[in-house]
C-alpha cells in the first residue's frame, strides 16, 4: 500500500517553518511524521500528516510550493538488526534507496517511511518475506502496529 508523503519547499528565512507549521495548525491537520534537509537557499519539509490532499491545498493557498510524493512506510520491530534486514532484502531485489525516515510510533514497533527506485517492486519484496506495510489510514491516523 502506497501512501502520500507532503512535501514543502520553504526559503531559508527567519520564520518561514513556523508559518508552515502554523498553516497546518489553523486547519487541524496534524504531522505524524517529518524530515528536513536544507541547502543555503532553501529546505526541503517532507511529512506524513493526517490530511495529504487537504494539506497541500491550504499550503499552496499560503503561497508555498507543496506535492505529494507515493511512499511506503515499512513497520518493523524495534530491535538490533531489523532495519538492516529490510534494506538487505531491498538491496537484493536491486533498489535504491532514495530516502528514509521514521513514522512516529509509541510501544515496541516502528515504521520507517521509504522513497524506492520502484515502489511496486519494493512492495512486491516486502510481501514476499513477510513484511507489512501501513496503510493510508494507520499512517495517518498514527494507530500501533504489528511485530514481525
Avoid: W
Amino acid at each position: 500500500m502506497l501512501i502520500k508523503q507532503l512535501s514543502v519547499f520553504i526559503e531559508n528565512r527567519k520564520g518561514r517553518l513556523e508559518r508552515v507549521t502554523e498553516t497546518l495548525c489553523k486547519h487541524n491537520i496534524n504531522i505524524l511524521s517529518f524530515s528536513l534537509a536544507d541547502t543555503s537557499e532553501y529546505g526541503l519539509l517532507r511529512m506524513i500528516v493526517s490530511d495529504p490532499e487537504f494539506g497541500k491545498k491550504v499550503l499552496k493557498e499560503e503561497g508555498f510550493s507543496a506535492k505529494l510524493t507515493d511512499v511506503i512506510a515499512v513497520k518493523i520491530a524495534q530491535k538490533p538488526g531489523t532495519l538492516h534486514d529490510v534494506l538487505k532484502l531491498l538491496f537484493e531485489a536491486e533498489l535504491s534507496v532514495e530516502y528514509m525516515y521514521t513514522l512516529s510510533t509509541a510501544g515496541k514497533n516502528t515504521s520507517i517511511i521509504m522513497k524506492l527506485s520502484d515502489l511496486e517492486t519494493a512492495l512486491a519484496t516486502l510481501d514476499k518475506h513477510g513484511y507489512q506495510v501501513c496503510t493510508a489510514s494507520e499512517a495517518y491516523e498514527n494507530n500501533d502496529f504489528v511485530d514481525k
